[in-house]
């Protein structure tokens, strides 16, 4: 029996459709394909057992079917290949760049990568997927460097950074500028970053000292990616919250992404205390779910593919689908919201059940 649209069920379960999406019966049609596309992932996959080191525990998200093998090419592997271009426009935009695809492949972009270099260093504002010899399109970002407005080029190099995961959820929940300025401002605070010359996300994560703190994070969890070859995401949490879901459409793309990843979600990490309750894995699945009963809608992207906001009570994401299948999904808790633990010793039947109809 085919389930009823996920704005129905955000609507049955107390969650208001958000102005400007229509009801059940005038849903678009890119719309409710996108909804499927979801589902369709949400359905496909399984949460592993987490890994865990200090307050950084990150659960595996495993497909049982690979939807979209495509062999995307990553923003640093086209930029440092000089198949992608990526120039300030004539007129020098704070938030918008202009970029290009010069090879046969499929580039894709992730919301919150930083491109370095030209007037300012920026992130990628939504992600984006740029077809074969795709001409020259404006594209969204924000600037995470206020103070620098000159620069020798005018062409953007890779940095091999993402910048940490709140900042990439404050720029996603509230498409302001200045909040992005204010978060990396307190994130070089909480950190007790020493402030640089300019205030440049990628150099306070560099600073030897946060990256002191960092290193033995990464030491311990890099293999995460290779635990299991069907990986393709992650629910991380982080001093005892669930702070993202990413899960991407093959373990291929999100194996070159793991680093960044990784990264993005200890620098969330270092600077929070420990906690002692702990999510498991029930908490991680249903947080997964609520990209089910999610309301979705659509934004616009200059790119390929359709692009999604998933907007739920307690959740914030997006989603990128091309050819019905999710290249990549994130969800996030909304800011200032708790994914609350259940209680230590309540039998975990839900999470069992499920696990037990997807062996069947």
């Known amino acids: 029996m085919r389930r009823p649209h996920s704005i129905l069920l955000a609507l049955l379960a107390g969650t208001a459709a958000p102005a400007g999406v229509p009801g059940l019966s005038g849903v678009p049609a890119r719309a409710a394909r996108g909804s499927d596309a979801i589902d369709r992932l949400v359905a496909a996959v399984s949460v ?4 865990r080191y200090r307050n950084l525990t990150l659960f595996p998200v495993r497909l049982r079917r690979t939807q979209d093998d495509t062999p ?3 923003l640093d592997e086209a930029l440092k290949r000089g198949s992608l271009v990526i120039t300030e426009l004539a007129s020098a935009d704070v938030n918008r760049v202009r970029v290009r695809n010069r ?20 992130m990628v504002e939504d992600d984006l997927l740029l077809p074969p010899h795709s001409p020259e399109i404006a594209l969204g970002v924000f600037c995470t460097e206020q103070g620098r407005w000159s620069g020798r080029s005018t062409t953007f190099e890779a940095s091999g950074v993402a910048v940490h995961n709140r900042l990439r959820q404050v720029a996603k929940e509230s498409r302001s500028q200045s909040r992005v300025w204010e978060e990396v401002t307190e994130k070089a605070g909480s950190l007790r970053a020493a402030r640089p010359e300019t205030s440049a996300a990628r150099r306070v994560y560099s600073q030897s000292e946060v990256q002191s703190r960092a290193r033995p994070y990464a030491d311990n969890l890099e293999g995460f990616a290779r635990r299991y070859p069907d990986t393709v995401g992650v629910v991380a949490v982080a001093g005892g919250e669930i702070i993202v879901a990413d899960v991407f459409c093959n ?5 070159k992404l793991w680093p960044k990843l990784l990264e993005s979600y200890v620098l969330d990490a270092i600077d929070r205390s420990d906690a002692s309750g702990r999510v ?4 991680a699945e249903r947080f997964l779910e609520n990209a089910r009963r999610a309301a979705i809608v659509e934004r616009s992207t200059p790119g390929t593919g359709d692009l999604y906001d998933l907007r739920a009570s307690r959740v914030y994401g997006s989603a990128l689908v091309r050819r019905d299948a999710v290249v990549h999904i994130d969800l ?6 708790v994914i609350t633990p259940r209680p230590s010793g309540t039998p975990d039947l839900d999470f069992r059940r499920r696990q037990q109809e997807q062996r069947r």
Do not use: H, M, N, W
Request: negative net charge; glycine residues 10%; charged residues 30%.
């Open 48 to 51: 592993g057992e987490a890994s």
């Open 72 to 74: 995307y090419v990553t």
């Open 103 to 122: 090879s046969s492949d499929y580039v894709f972009l992730l919301a919150g990568e930083i491109i370095a270099g030209a007037k300012q260093d920026r």
């Open 251 to 255: 373990p291929s793309l999100f194996r």
């Open 280 to 283: 498991d894995r029930y908490e």
């Open 332 to 337: 996030f808790p909304r800011l200032g919201d």
